[in-house]
């Protein structure tokens, strides 16, 4: 991607706008401020030779994929000896995260507890950072976790479940909610 040619020259005026306020130079100041708006308004031209119609391309369609291919699916449920400590009001986070990497979910969906048990599918669509994405992960392992607060961050009390780990395009995962956070 790259920048328009007033989008480069703005960088300059800001850093002579900074200097100048460092020397208090309130007036010249106010002057670059004003030159750096009006950049900053102005639409960019165009990079093509004047004999040549501008000309682009339409954007293309993302290819169509299915969850199995670039993501995982499968079921959350809740253990017997746990469900009466779920309020239909407690918060499902169902997430995926590298087993052998960062503890950082590589994609997460949040819901309602009271959906449980909840089928769920999680694809690179939903990845946090478009560089980790459950497709360039060996294996995976899907975790399910109620909270009471809301809060993404685990607090003692809320409930969760771990998979077995599983590769990318996995189907028919299955999560049981039968832990307690200490």
Same mark, same amino acid.
């Given at each position: 991607?790259? $920048?328009?040619?007033?989008?480069? $020259? ?28 009006? $950049? ?41 000896? @746990? ?32 959906? @449980?048990?909840?089928?769920?599918? @999680? ?35 809320? @409930? ?15 999560v049981v909610i039968d832990q307690v956070v200490p």
């Open positions: 991607m790259e $920048r328009s040619s007033s989008t480069k $020259r703005l960088k300059p005026l800001c850093s002579a706008h900074t200097a100048r306020i460092r020397k208090r130079s309130i007036k010249y100041s106010q002057n670059s401020t004003l030159r750096a708006r009006a $950049r900053l308004r102005r639409p960019s031209r165009p990079r093509t030779a004047a004999a040549e119609p501008a000309t682009v391309a339409p954007p293309k369609a993302p290819a169509p994929t299915s969850a199995a291919s670039s993501g995982v699916e499968g079921r959350v449920e809740i253990d017997a000896k @746990l469900a009466s400590k779920v309020a239909p009001g407690d918060t499902l986070f169902i997430f995926a995260r590298d087993p052998e990497g960062s503890r950082m979910p590589l994609a997460v969906v949040r819901g309602s507890a009271s959906e @449980l048990p909840k089928s769920f599918a @999680l694809t690179d669509a939903m990845a946090m950072t478009p560089n980790n994405t459950i497709s360039r992960a060996r294996t995976v392992v899907v975790e399910a976790r109620t909270s009471k607060s809301g809060s993404a961050t685990p607090q003692s009390g809320d @409930l969760r479940g771990v998979s077995a780990p599983v590769p990318p395009g996995a189907g028919k995962v299955r």
